[in-house]
């Protein structure tokens, strides 16, 4: 096994998995083993609110279902907290983040972009959200699918949260620890998470983290616009679909599986995408309307 290249899923269980979800798996499977490298399992159930009961499980069961073996034991992220705490403590004593007490009214017409107001407020790290200062610098990386990709965090994004109000750890903070700790070198995803790319950049750069390479896939849109999503309730995928959804899932990517392919178990499928994935091929475009796919 080639240890140089570590990759991973990290599924959020706040739903089950939908086709959006089977093609940024099946990419990152695909990316790791088409180099003998390892592919981790990571739960990012970090927001236990809105967690739907069940879903863990729906997921993993799943994954099997469609003929994905991961390396090691499952990480949840539920079980990381200490790391994570210390982490903004050290930046918090260190000047590097600070505590905001900003209501979302108060953050309304802002477009998303923090202003500030509480940068230099001293407020106590209780009963507020921590967020991190941003440097006035513009971030950028080579994607390996989407090409250069580059953001101003002062001006397109702001002091951003890492621990929310109510304690509950955010997602930017807690990938790039898990990332880093897992020793993951490579990190294949969908392209909505393209533009929190930078922010993790800065988190690396700034905790002296190694960066990982990154490829993220074109997310599959419903018709109105919408990527398919749990927050859309997109349909599960169902376990007697395996087969034709892999292959639908293969041509998303640009693979071209032939047409003696038809019908095949998801354990053949797999290994042909093993053999002869080609990153090269995925479209290089933010998104794909599912109709097309069909």
Request: hydrophobic share 40%; glycine share 8%; with cysteine.
């Amino acid at each position: 096994m080639n240890t140089a290249y570590i990759g991973r899923f990290a599924p959020t269980p706040s739903g089950y998995l939908h086709f959006g979800s089977l093609v940024a798996a099946l990419a990152s499977y695909l990316d790791a083993r088409a180099v003998g490298g390892r592919w981790l399992l990571r739960m990012e159930d970090l927001d236990p609110p809105r967690e739907v009961p069940g879903a863990q499980d729906a997921i993993l069961r799943t994954l099997e279902c469609y003929g994905f073996e991961w390396d090691g034991e499952l990480v949840r992220q539920s079980e990381r907290h200490t790391e994570y705490a210390a982490v903004i403590a050290r930046l918090f004593s260190q000047g590097l983040a600070y505590a905001c007490i900003c209501s979302r009214k108060q953050l309304e017409g802002y477009a998303g972009i923090y202003p500030g107001f509480c940068r230099n407020a001293c407020h106590p790290d209780h009963d507020a959200a921590i967020r991190l200062r941003v440097p006035e610098l513009d971030y950028h990386f080579i994607d390996r699918v989407q090409g250069e990709f580059r953001q101003h965090l002062g001006r397109e994004v702001g002091d951003f949260v890492i621990r929310r109000r109510d304690g509950l750890f955010a997602y930017q903070l807690a990938v790039v620890l898990d990332d880093a700790w897992q020793g993951v070198t490579d990190v294949v995803r969908g392209a909505d998470l393209l533009d929190s790319t930078p922010r993790q950049l800065y988190l690396q750069e700034l905790l002296g983290l190694p960066q990982p390479r990154y490829l993220h896939v074109p997310l599959i849109i419903q018709p109105d616009g919408h990527k398919l999503g749990k927050s859309y309730r997109s349909p599960p995928l169902p376990a007697d679909q395996a087969s034709p959804l892999l292959l639908r899932a293969l041509r998303a990517l640009g693979q071209q599986p032939p047409t003696d392919l038809q019908g095949a178990a998801p354990a053949e499928l797999l290994v042909w995408g093993i053999v002869n994935w080609d990153a090269t091929r995925i479209p290089r475009s933010r998104t794909l309307a599912e109709a097309q796919l069909r």
